[in-house]
């Protein structure tokens, strides 16, 4: 099978390219780069007036299956990814159960191969159940495919457990990763403290709730020598500590979410959840800081952390709604939306060279023997429709906006799994 990426820019840091070139995929890796490659029985992809870039990997998403699978599936979730640009995700363990054991690792894989969509890399959980007390088995998860570990969705309380987790998984090379939130500091917070809260009268959480985990989880990781990453960073504090930590020698990686980036902690004036969301909307001074860090090459990765849930859960009372909404399918349009000053380059550094270096997987380049793993996207403004997601979360704060840059076609291991706006499972894309 062979697959043409024709006629579009193509931007590769890792190559050093940035030039007008066509990419000639060939059995799942790329065969040849080139001015104008004939097509020669290959299946071609218009990328006319379109960057083309080594695939994006989504380093933060919820697939929700096993166990919730009236919000996600394996089968929707990477539909939404390969729609949004996506060539690949790592999935985070807060399924019900939860990943961490080998055999329910291993099922999320076969689950994902069949869905024929992007590829998935599971992340499994840093305690069994992600309760926090007892260490799950590293070696047998990484040896079923787990990238990474995390209890992301909540932050261990016991700072002993954590260590003693972060020494016994040292010879790993896979990264902690750390959702940072002070569940005491936090309590029964349902938005950013502030001044927006205090007019409200609702419970906030305020930005020191995540400061002083991504303070301790630095400081376990620089004792433990471990390789870590922060998730969802939310305040100039933490951006403080990651270069601080930096400067100490210990191995840190962070990244930011699109909604972060773009929106304030002043969406609860209707006492609705749209926008209630884990780590929650922040104020002015910290949204600017994460923008700042993104340009200043603090932040590494731009990550989703895509979270659906069903309408009706959603449509509770504020205080009783999940956090938390889809964000596969607006990402690179909300990331240009934000910082629409950033470089291509790096852009693509953000989105693919960094995140397969820091999960330690393939990709990150279209180098000649690479995986055949292609995004192509283009700066055509779109007005974004929730209804039309296929992701089964509708819900997002995006609803309604026009953003800038959108997705125009995605190839996973070579064969075309979007384009014109249609997914094609990859069984489909070979017949
Ligand atoms: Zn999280």
Same mark, same amino acid.
């Given at each position: 099978?062979?697959?043409?990426?024709?006629?579009?820019?193509?931007?590769?840091?890792?190559?050093?390219?940035?030039? &007008?070139?066509?990419?000639? +995929?060939? &059995?799942?890796f790329?065969?040849? $780069?080139?001015?104008h490659?004939?097509?020669?029985?290959?299946?071609? +992809?218009?990328?006319?007036?379109?960057? /083309?870039?080594?695939?994006?990997?989504?380093?933060?998403?919820?697939?929700?299956?096993?166990?919730?699978?009236?919000?996600?599936?394996?089968?929707?979730?990477?539909?939404?990814?390969?729609?949004?640009?996506?060539?690949?995700?790592?999935?985070?363990?807060?399924?019900?159960?939860?990943?961490?054991?080998?055999? $329910?690792?291993?099922?999320?894989?076969?689950?994902?191969?069949?869905?024929?969509?992007?590829?998935?890399?599971?992340?499994?959980?840093?305690?069994? *159940?992600? @309760?926090?007390?007892?260490?799950?088995?590293?070696?047998?998860?990484a040896?079923?495919? %787990?990238?990474?570990?995390?209890?992301?969705?909540?932050?261990?309380?016991?700072a002993?457990?954590?260590? &003693?987790?972060?020494?016994?998984?040292?010879?790993l090379? %896979?990264?902690?990763?750390?959702?940072?939130?002070?569940?005491?500091?936090?309590?029964?917070?349902?938005?950013n403290?502030?001044?927006a809260?205090?007019?409200?009268?609702l419970?906030?959480?305020?930005g020191?709730?995540?400061? +002083?985990?991504?303070?301790?989880?630095l400081?376990?990781? @620089?004792?433990?020598?471990?390789?870590?990453?922060?998730?969802?960073?939310?305040? #100039? !504090?933490?951006?403080?500590l990651?270069?601080?930590?930096?400067?100490?020698?210990?191995?840190?990686? %962070?990244?930011?979410?699109?909604?972060?980036?773009?929106?304030?902690?002043d969406?609860?004036?209707?006492?609705? #959840?749209e926008?209630?969301?884990?780590?929650?909307?922040?104020? @002015?001074?910290?949204r600017?800081?994460?923008? @700042?860090?993104?340009?200043?090459?603090?932040?590494?990765?731009?990550?989703?952390?895509?979270?659906?849930? *069903?309408?009706?859960?959603?449509?509770?009372?504020?205080?009783?709604?999940?956090?938390?909404? *889809?964000?596969?399918?607006?990402?690179?349009?909300?990331?240009?939306?934000?910082?629409?000053?950033?470089?291509? #380059?790096?852009?693509?550094?953000?989105?693919?060279?960094?995140?397969?270096r820091?999960?330690g997987?393939?990709?990150? !380049?279209?180098?000649?023997?690479?995986?055949?793993d292609?995004?192509?996207?283009?700066?055509?403004?779109?007005?974004?429709?929730? =209804?039309?997601?296929?992701?089964?979360?509708?819900?997002?704060?995006?609803?309604?906006?026009?953003?800038?840059?959108?997705?125009?076609? !995605?190839?996973?291991?070579g064969?075309?799994v979007f384009?014109?706006? =249609?997914?094609?499972?990859?069984?489909?894309? /070979? #017949?």
């Amino acid at each position: 099978m062979k697959t043409l990426v024709k006629g579009g820019r193509l931007v590769d840091p890792v190559a050093g390219i940035d030039a &007008n070139l066509d990419v000639l +995929v060939e &059995n799942g890796f790329v065969g040849r $780069i080139g001015e104008h490659i004939e097509p020669d029985g290959a299946r071609v +992809v218009d990328a006319r007036g379109c960057i /083309v870039a080594p695939g994006f990997i989504d380093m933060h998403v919820h697939l929700r299956e096993p166990g919730q699978t009236h919000k996600e599936t394996i089968a929707t979730g990477t539909a939404a990814a390969v729609a949004g640009g996506f060539t690949a995700v790592a999935c985070m363990p807060n399924t019900e159960p939860a990943l961490d054991s080998a055999a $329910i690792v291993s099922e999320v894989m076969r689950r994902a191969d069949a869905a024929g969509l992007a590829r998935v890399y599971p992340v499994g959980a840093i305690t069994r *159940g992600r @309760a926090g007390t007892e260490l799950a088995p590293y070696h047998l998860l990484a040896q079923a495919g %787990c990238v990474a570990f995390s209890d992301d969705g909540s932050t261990p309380r016991d700072a002993r457990v954590l260590r &003693n987790a972060a020494r016994y998984a040292s010879d790993l090379g %896979c990264a902690f990763i750390s959702h940072c939130e002070d569940p005491d500091l936090k309590g029964d917070a349902v938005m950013n403290e502030g001044a927006a809260s205090m007019r409200l009268g609702l419970a906030g959480s305020p930005g020191l709730a995540e400061d +002083v985990v991504v303070a301790r989880d630095l400081l376990i990781a @620089a004792d433990c020598e471990k390789v870590w990453h922060i998730a969802h960073v939310t305040t #100039a !504090t933490s951006l403080d500590l990651i270069r601080w930590a930096r400067t100490r020698g210990v191995r840190v990686s %962070c990244e930011v979410t699109p909604h972060h980036l773009v929106f304030l902690d002043d969406r609860f004036d209707d006492y609705r #959840a749209e926008s209630k969301v884990n780590p929650p909307l922040r104020g @002015a001074h910290d949204r600017d800081a994460l923008r @700042a860090a993104v340009l200043d090459g603090t932040v590494d990765a731009l990550a989703t952390d895509h979270a659906p849930h *069903g309408l009706d859960e959603k449509a509770q009372l504020l205080s009783a709604a999940p956090v938390g909404f *889809g964000g596969l399918e607006i990402a690179i349009g909300a990331y240009a939306f934000a910082l629409p000053q950033l470089a291509p #380059a790096r852009f693509v550094e953000l989105l693919s060279v960094n995140p397969a270096r820091i999960l330690g997987v393939p990709g990150g !380049t279209l180098g000649v023997g690479s995986p055949g793993d292609v995004s192509v996207f283009a700066d055509r403004p779109w007005t974004v429709d929730a =209804r039309l997601f296929h992701s089964k979360g509708k819900n997002t704060p995006f609803d309604g906006l026009t953003l800038p840059r959108r997705a125009v076609a !995605t190839v996973v291991d070579g064969a075309v799994v979007f384009e014109h706006g =249609r997914v094609l499972p990859r069984q489909e894309a /070979v #017949a």
